[in-house]
């Protein structure tokens, strides 16, 4: 059987190509797999479950993850730093269940560690001071009771002040902390650990404990191509990268 795992698609109504790729690889390449993990920032932007928010754009991609889960595929969705606001009825519509981040799972017959990513960048001090904030569970409650047009500005205003932010820190800064990534894996107990977030994909082989190890980073999501990593069983994790 087949595992597949994708992350940060960003999609939001701007991109189309990406979001009609998107369809065409449930129908063409995840019908039929076992599992297929999406491990955050699957939106660009997500404000709440409300239904009078996601219409025309929405509603297409949440269809497709239904048929793809009542036709024997499992669903999971793990919030990143874009949407980290998907709730209970998203979960619902499409069939998805929700995972905590981080999240072991055992995959082609080994343990492993899945994450977004963003809280191996601990050395980026300010946007750790972020997502301390915006996961606090009474910090999301008040957004969520917010009017919908001022849930879209606030979007809108923290879209803007990450892209500020990021064009002034160094490259190292935005990459994930070396220690960080061990001390994780040492904490679970595996030695292969799966995420996104840095739009860095690359497969890195490390040393934990002693033992060898493997970091999977996925890709994100551009018009002409989409990145994923497949497990077959009792096979290694195959980082790939096509064509939409």
């Not at 928010?53 to 509603?59: D, M, P, Q, S």
């Not at 569970?137 to 002040?161: D, F, S, T």
Request: one cysteine or more; hydrophobic letters at 40%.
């Amino acid at each position: 059987m087949t595992t597949l795992l994708i992350s940060d698609l960003h999609l939001h109504a701007g991109t189309p190509d990406i979001a009609k790729g998107f369809l065409a690889y449930l129908d063409r390449q995840a019908r039929g797999a076992e599992a297929l993990y999406i491990l955050g920032d699957f939106f660009e932007a997500w404000i709440g479950d409300d239904p009078q928010i996601h219409g025309e754009f929405e509603a297409p991609i949440i269809d497709a993850l239904k048929r793809l889960g009542d036709g024997g595929t499992r669903l999971y969705v793990m919030h990143g730093n874009r949407d980290f606001l998907i709730g209970r009825e998203f979960a619902r519509a499409s069939g998805a269940t929700l995972l905590p981040d981080p999240h072991v799972v055992e995959l082609g017959g080994e343990r492993t560690l899945l994450m977004h990513g963003d809280s191996l960048c601990t050395r980026d001090e300010a946007y750790m001071r972020f997502r301390a904030m915006t996961r606090d569970p009474q910090w999301q409650a008040k957004v969520l009771a917010l009017p919908v047009e001022e849930r879209l500005e606030l979007a809108r205003n923290l879209r803007n002040q990450s892209g500020e932010a990021n064009s002034t820190k160094a490259e190292d800064i935005m990459d994930v902390t070396p220690e960080e990534v061990r001390r994780v894996m040492h904490e679970h107990q595996v030695r292969t650990l799966i995420h996104g977030h840095t739009h860095r994909p690359a497969v890195h082989e490390l040393d934990v404990d002693g033992e060898p190890a493997k970091r999977f980073v996925l890709g994100d999501w551009q018009a002409d191509q989409g990145w994923d990593i497949r497990i077959d069983a009792g096979q290694a994790p195959e980082l790939r990268r096509f064509g939409l």
